[in-house]
Protein backbone atom coordinates (compact mmCIF):
# COMPACT_ATOMS: atom_id res chain seq x y z
CA UNK A 1 0.00 0.00 0.00
CA UNK A 2 1.45 3.40 -0.99
CA UNK A 3 1.43 6.43 1.20
CA UNK A 4 0.22 9.15 -0.18
CA UNK A 5 2.36 12.53 0.78
CA UNK A 6 0.58 15.53 2.25
CA UNK A 7 1.80 19.51 1.70
CA UNK A 8 0.74 22.07 4.87
CA UNK A 9 0.38 25.32 4.35
CA UNK A 10 -0.35 27.47 7.26
CA UNK A 11 -2.27 30.82 6.04
CA UNK A 12 -2.91 34.37 8.06
CA UNK A 13 -5.69 35.82 7.15
CA UNK A 14 -5.31 39.78 6.90
CA UNK A 15 -8.61 41.50 6.89
CA UNK A 16 -9.35 44.95 6.55
CA UNK A 17 -11.08 45.19 9.23
CA UNK A 18 -9.95 42.81 12.81
CA UNK A 19 -13.23 42.41 14.18
CA UNK A 20 -14.50 41.10 10.99
CA UNK A 21 -12.55 37.80 11.78
CA UNK A 22 -14.13 36.00 14.44
CA UNK A 23 -17.23 35.69 11.57
CA UNK A 24 -14.63 33.09 9.80
CA UNK A 25 -15.87 29.42 9.48
CA UNK A 26 -13.11 27.03 7.83
CA UNK A 27 -16.33 26.12 5.41
CA UNK A 28 -15.88 29.85 4.14
CA UNK A 29 -12.09 29.56 3.90
CA UNK A 30 -12.46 26.07 2.54
CA UNK A 31 -14.84 27.32 0.20
CA UNK A 32 -12.89 30.55 -1.03
CA UNK A 33 -9.79 29.05 -1.58
CA UNK A 34 -11.57 26.56 -3.91
CA UNK A 35 -13.43 28.95 -5.79
CA UNK A 36 -9.95 30.70 -6.17
CA UNK A 37 -8.56 27.78 -7.59
CA UNK A 38 -11.12 26.78 -10.13
CA UNK A 39 -10.74 30.96 -11.52
CA UNK A 40 -6.80 30.24 -12.09
CA UNK A 41 -7.00 26.98 -13.52
CA UNK A 42 -10.27 25.89 -14.39
CA UNK A 43 -11.79 22.31 -13.82
CA UNK A 44 -8.20 20.18 -13.46
CA UNK A 45 -7.00 22.78 -10.91
CA UNK A 46 -9.77 21.54 -8.83
CA UNK A 47 -9.85 18.12 -9.03
CA UNK A 48 -6.41 18.03 -8.74
CA UNK A 49 -6.37 19.80 -5.54
CA UNK A 50 -10.05 18.92 -4.70
CA UNK A 51 -8.32 15.20 -3.62
CA UNK A 52 -6.81 15.95 -0.15
CA UNK A 53 -7.80 19.47 0.22
CA UNK A 54 -8.88 19.77 3.98
CA UNK A 55 -8.68 23.00 6.22
CA UNK A 56 -7.31 21.07 9.16
CA UNK A 57 -6.87 23.96 11.66
CA UNK A 58 -8.26 27.60 12.12
CA UNK A 59 -7.83 29.95 14.79
CA UNK A 60 -10.72 32.58 14.02
CA UNK A 61 -9.46 35.42 16.48
CA UNK A 62 -5.68 35.24 15.26
CA UNK A 63 -6.75 34.55 11.68
CA UNK A 64 -4.21 31.48 11.41
CA UNK A 65 -5.49 28.79 8.80
CA UNK A 66 -3.58 25.31 8.16
CA UNK A 67 -4.57 23.64 4.99
CA UNK A 68 -3.58 20.12 3.72
CA UNK A 69 -3.05 19.30 0.48
CA UNK A 70 -1.43 16.51 -1.77
CA UNK A 71 2.76 16.98 -1.99
CA UNK A 72 1.81 17.00 -6.30
CA UNK A 73 0.12 20.09 -6.25
CA UNK A 74 0.54 22.38 -3.30
CA UNK A 75 2.07 25.09 -5.87
CA UNK A 76 -1.28 24.77 -7.39
CA UNK A 77 -2.37 25.88 -4.23
CA UNK A 78 -0.22 28.29 -3.13
CA UNK A 79 -0.54 30.57 -6.26
CA UNK A 80 -4.04 30.66 -6.13
CA UNK A 81 -4.44 32.09 -2.67
CA UNK A 82 -3.23 35.26 -3.40
CA UNK A 83 -6.86 35.68 -5.74
CA UNK A 84 -8.86 34.59 -2.59
CA UNK A 85 -10.34 38.42 -1.85
CA UNK A 86 -13.02 37.90 0.67
CA UNK A 87 -14.89 35.36 3.14
CA UNK A 88 -18.51 34.94 2.88
CA UNK A 89 -20.54 32.99 6.09
CA UNK A 90 -23.51 33.57 8.11
CA UNK A 91 -24.73 36.09 4.86
CA UNK A 92 -22.05 38.37 6.24
CA UNK A 93 -18.74 39.37 3.64
CA UNK A 94 -15.34 40.19 4.93
CA UNK A 95 -13.35 41.41 2.80
CA UNK A 96 -9.80 40.05 3.51
CA UNK A 97 -6.55 38.07 2.18
CA UNK A 98 -4.32 35.40 2.55
CA UNK A 99 -1.02 35.68 3.43
CA UNK A 100 1.15 32.24 2.76
CA UNK A 101 3.60 32.08 5.98
CA UNK A 102 5.00 28.54 5.94
CA UNK A 103 4.69 25.40 3.65
CA UNK A 104 5.58 22.16 5.98
CA UNK A 105 5.36 18.30 5.38
CA UNK A 106 3.93 17.91 8.91
CA UNK A 107 1.36 20.00 11.44
CA UNK A 108 4.46 20.13 13.68
CA UNK A 109 6.84 21.31 11.21
CA UNK A 110 4.21 24.50 10.69
CA UNK A 111 3.01 24.37 14.87
CA UNK A 112 7.08 25.05 15.38
CA UNK A 113 7.68 27.67 12.59
CA UNK A 114 4.01 29.78 14.34
CA UNK A 115 5.67 29.26 17.59
CA UNK A 116 8.36 31.44 16.20
CA UNK A 117 6.79 33.61 13.93
CA UNK A 118 4.70 34.37 17.21
CA UNK A 119 7.86 35.35 19.24
CA UNK A 120 9.39 37.67 16.78
CA UNK A 121 6.02 39.28 16.09
CA UNK A 122 5.53 39.88 19.49
CA UNK A 123 9.55 41.00 19.57
CA UNK A 124 8.70 43.27 17.39
CA UNK A 125 5.60 44.87 19.24
CA UNK A 126 8.14 44.90 22.37
CA UNK A 127 10.05 47.53 20.39
CA UNK A 128 7.45 49.62 19.54
CA UNK A 129 6.33 49.91 23.16
CA UNK A 130 5.40 53.46 24.51
CA UNK A 131 5.04 52.83 28.09
CA UNK A 132 6.56 50.13 30.62
CA UNK A 133 3.02 48.90 31.69
CA UNK A 134 2.75 47.54 27.85
CA UNK A 135 6.41 46.48 27.94
CA UNK A 136 6.10 44.46 30.85
CA UNK A 137 2.97 42.32 29.40
CA UNK A 138 4.38 41.49 26.02
CA UNK A 139 7.27 40.17 28.38
CA UNK A 140 5.36 38.15 29.99
CA UNK A 141 3.70 36.94 26.35
CA UNK A 142 7.50 36.28 25.34
CA UNK A 143 8.15 34.16 28.26
CA UNK A 144 5.24 32.25 28.20
CA UNK A 145 5.56 30.91 24.62
CA UNK A 146 7.57 27.28 25.64
CA UNK A 147 6.86 23.87 24.23
CA UNK A 148 8.58 22.53 27.86
CA UNK A 149 6.10 20.86 30.25
CA UNK A 150 5.08 23.24 33.59
CA UNK A 151 6.67 21.61 36.61
CA UNK A 152 4.49 20.55 39.24
CA UNK A 153 2.87 22.93 41.96
CA UNK A 154 3.83 20.85 45.13
CA UNK A 155 6.94 18.99 46.01
CA UNK A 156 4.63 16.60 48.04
CA UNK A 157 3.15 15.20 44.97
CA UNK A 158 6.81 14.50 43.73
CA UNK A 159 7.54 12.88 46.71
CA UNK A 160 4.50 10.43 46.79
CA UNK A 161 5.56 9.68 43.37
CA UNK A 162 9.19 8.33 44.74
CA UNK A 163 7.87 6.33 47.07
CA UNK A 164 5.29 4.71 45.11
CA UNK A 165 8.03 3.93 42.70
CA UNK A 166 9.60 0.60 44.87
CA UNK A 167 12.97 2.07 44.63
CA UNK A 168 15.49 2.95 47.56
CA UNK A 169 17.23 6.16 47.34
CA UNK A 170 19.76 6.66 50.07
Do not use: W
Not at 23 to 51: F, P
Not at 66 to 90: G, H, I, N, T
Not at 130 to 158: D, W, Y
Amino acid sequence: MVRFKNRYVLCQVVAEEPRGRPCIEERAVGSAVKDAIARAYGDYGLACCSLAFTVKYLNAYTGTVLLRCRKDFYRLLCSALPLVRQLESRGLRCPCFLSTLHVGGTIRSCQKFLIQYNRRQLLTLLQNCTNEEERQRIRQSVLSCSLTEEPSHSGEEEEEEDEDDGTETD
